[in-house]
């Protein structure tokens, strides 16, 4: 059984083109989370939420929205691709997050690969 | 800010032999600590973390890291590696307030045979 799953796994789109990622984890856990890892494997937090409600919000472009319609499910919606998108978007998800008391681990989805041209 | 460190961007070992990653942090208060694993175009695999209590850990697949305040590190040691160890490891802090983790660049293992 996938814990966190992400489609597509692979993403090839023109540049101004706009698309979507999708999330989905069925662990009953309460926050979820987008990362992204540049062609150097460095992995930067994008955004968070806890029970649909935006927590983190990092210095990303606008072009870029997170949506939650449950809590189980997390999209990014990027708009107007550029060639900097271009990278391997994860999805997490935890427990607890969020709140004063954040211990609890982050289980990672296999990522989506964007490329984009 | 927290932040990682992890020194080494790459090392090879034969496989067999012992293996130390280093990871050194920053973080204000008391730190949890975490090392994932990523193998090729694969997602991040938790191998173990700290958050209190005895400062050696062990994790899956034989590893395990000792917390030393005093030295800011977390270092991931396995004393018997094994070719499958081959992969990218990321050391990261994360704590109170949000649980917005803080990565590492990574380190690559390369394991001979």
């Known amino acids: ?117 | 800010a927290q932040s990682v460190t992890q020194p080494d961007i790459h090392i090879t070992v034969s496989e067999g032999a012992s293996l130390e990653l280093r990871c050194n942090y920053s973080y204000g208060a008391t730190p949890y600590l975490f090392w994932y694993v990523q193998s090729p175009g694969q997602g991040l695999q938790l191998l173990l973390k700290y958050f209190s209590g005895d400062t050696l850990v062990q994790g899956i697949k034989g590893f395990e890291a000792e917390f030393k305040r005093s030295q800011s590190s977390f270092n991931l040691r396995k004393p018997s590696v094994h070719w499958s160890d081959a992969a990218e490891y990321f050391c990261a802090v994360g704590g109170l307030s949000g649980s917005r983790l803080t990565f590492g660049e990574g380190t690559q293992l390369t394991v001979n045979p």
């Open chain 1, 1 to 117: 059984d996938t814990a966190v799953s992400q489609t597509p796994k692979y993403l090839v789109t023109q540049m101004g083109n706009d698309k979507s990622i999708k999330c989905e984890q069925n662990l009953g856990h309460d926050t979820m989370y987008w990362y992204k890892q540049d062609s150097k494997k460095f992995l930067k937090i994008m955004f968070s939420y806890n029970n649909k409600e935006l927590i983190i919000n990092e210095t990303v472009p606008n072009r870029f929205s997170p949506k939650s319609p449950d809590k189980a499910h997390l999209n990014l919606h990027i708009n107007s691709l550029e060639l900097g998108d271009s990278a391997v978007y994860f999805c997490a998800s935890s427990q607890v997050g969020g709140g004063i008391f954040s211990t609890d681990t982050q289980y990672f989805g296999p990522g989506t690969r964007l490329t984009v041209l």
